[in-house]
Nanobody, 127 residues
Framework: QVHVVESGGGLVQAGGSLRLSCAASGRTFSRYAMGWFRQAPGKERESVAGISWSGGSTYYADSVKGRLTISRDNAKNTVYLQMNSLKPEDTAVYYC????????????????????WGQGTQVTVSS
């Protein structure tokens, strides 16, 4: 099992940047695919980005391509989401999730691919 905790959320003006972190427990972090998802008030949870266990493959939702970047540091058991050029529509609770090593391709963007979820961190972008 793996336990994940998100941090780094906050209030930022449109056009600004934030970096979210997701710290994972356990020595087998490097075996897990990782994903970021978000949920805005009154909306369903949606995918943001996913990264394979090795970091060699990354996938992004169309709405964030070119602005958000997912990365991981397996030595630090941490996955990151660098968010640039933020927009008010990026306002949401952002969740980190861990899934099986075999998760790949577009499955990295499917919530159902992931077994372990954090509690989320709030990101608010003001206009």
């Amino acid at each position: 099992q793996v336990h994940v905790v998100e941090s780094g959320g906050g209030l930022v003006q449109a056009g600004g940047s934030l970096r979210l972190s997701c710290a994972a427990s356990g020595r087998t972090f490097s075996r897990y695919a990782m994903g970021w998802f978000r949920q805005a008030p009154g909306k369903e949870r949606e995918s943001v980005a996913g990264i394979s266990w090795s970091g060699g493959s990354t996938y992004y939702a169309d709405s964030v391509k070119g602005r958000l970047t997912i990365s991981r540091d397996n030595a630090k058991n941490t996955v990151y989401l660098q968010m640039n050029s933020l927009k008010p529509e990026d306002t949401a609770v952002y969740y980190c999730a861990a899934g099986p090593t075999t998760t790949s391709g577009t499955n990295l963007l499917r919530p159902g691919s992931y077994n372990y979820w954090g509690q989320g961190t709030q990101v608010t972008v003001s206009s």
